[in-house]
């Protein structure tokens, strides 16, 4: 069901206190705690079981809100803030002195966004302050895209879930490093490399040419229990009949250009044909063939444009080494 107004005013409340609320947004729900507490940040660190060195983002009601929380604001991170805000974009800048090294895993940079969901903005407006929040989720697994994503995963251990219904985009925000002259993309995400070099009238570097840190970027993240086997999509009926006969319990993704193709397998989920779509079933899908008992997913990467990039980045970390 979804929030109503007691509910943002209870979950204002548990945070003010110190608790935990989870988040609706547009991209994931977050695990969300008072980003000025530091004992109320280690215990989201505590509950995802997430190593206190990677750093949580701090999520805003307004652009405006800015100048509080980050040192510096360059002119390209106010362009970006303008352009994308509210919305799936997170900006790298220097940390500014409300935000505690609790929250930035020591580093003196902080991760800030402004996220496009009603329930997500009326919550940062009761509250009025910022919300430090990961995903919610047990570190290294798959991102809640419902509001019973986060009560299966998380139970007890979070204090209230705000309800927001299904997340819109599914996949993370793309996190952009904007402490330098030159941005670059750390992690892709909801906001596509193409809609970030039509803003900045130029090419957008992937990775992180200022030399900061990018820890949370381990190879092996956005896991489902089953092991996750990416194959070129022509052979993706061989290759999960064969695994099948094995004796795997194999789920498939199948791409939408072989939707046709007859596949021999325990489950099958056919890839929506719009990028939106997929990035927005891709984390349910994967729970979906957890459910079913899957321990084998097959599927194919997507083609690497828009925000194939963000689903492709997912897929290829839920296949690394574990
Ligand atoms: P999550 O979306 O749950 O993985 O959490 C936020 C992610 O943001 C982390 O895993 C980091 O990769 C990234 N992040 C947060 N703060 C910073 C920062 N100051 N510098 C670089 N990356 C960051
Ligand atoms: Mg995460």
């Known amino acids: 069901m979804m929030a109503r107004t007691s509910d943002i005013g209870r979950a204002a409340g548990i945070l003010r206190a110190g608790g935990l609320v989870a988040v609706p947004t547009e991209t994931v729900y977050g695990l969300g705690a008072n980003a000025e507490d530091p004992a109320a940040v280690a215990r989201v660190f505590q509950v995802k079981g997430r190593p206190p060195t990677h750093p949580l983002i701090v999520h805003l009601a307004a652009a405006e809100q800015l100048g509080d929380w980050v040192a510096d604001v360059p002119d390209t991170a106010l362009a970006l803030a303008g352009h994308f805000w509210p919305g799936p974009l997170t900006l790298v800048l220097r940390r500014g002195r409300r935000v505690p090294l609790e929250a930035t895993g020591g580093l003196e940079t902080v991760a800030v966004r402004v996220p496009a969901h009603p329930v997500a903005l009326e919550?940062?407006?009761a509250f009025g302050g910022g919300v430090a929040a990961p995903s919610a989720n047990r570190f290294g697994s798959v991102s809640p895209t419902t509001a019973d994503h986060v009560r299966a995963e998380l139970g007890d251990a979070v204090d209230f879930v705000l309800d927001g219904g299904p997340c819109d985009v599914g996949v993370e925000s793309t996190i952009v490093d904007a402490t330098g002259g030159t941005p670059s993309i750390l992690r892709?995400?909801?906001v596509t490399p193409e809609d970030l070099e039509a803003v900045l009238g130029r090419p957008v570097a992937a990775g992180s040419p200022n030399h900061i840190r990018v820890p949370g970027q381990h190879p092996s993240h956005y896991a489902p229990r089953a092991r996750v086997v990416l194959v070129d999509p022509l052979e993706i009926a061989t290759e999960a009949q064969a695994a099948q006969e094995r004796g795997h319990r194999v789920g498939v993704f199948l791409p939408p250009a072989c939707a046709d193709v007859p596949v021999k397998a325990h489950a099958v989920v056919t890839v929506p044909e719009s990028m939106a779509d997929y990035a927005r079933?891709?984390?349910?899908?994967?729970?979906?063939?957890?459910?079913?008992?899957?321990d084998l997913i097959v599927a194919s990467l997507p083609v690497e444009q828009g925000l194939g990039v963000a689903i492709a980045n997912r897929l290829r970390r839920a296949a690394g080494p574990r």
Do not use: I, T, V
């Open 188 to 190: 892709p995400g909801g």
């Open 123 to 125: 919550l940062l407006s």
């Open 281 to 294: 079933g891709l984390y349910g899908f994967l729970r979906e063939l957890d459910q079913l008992g899957c």
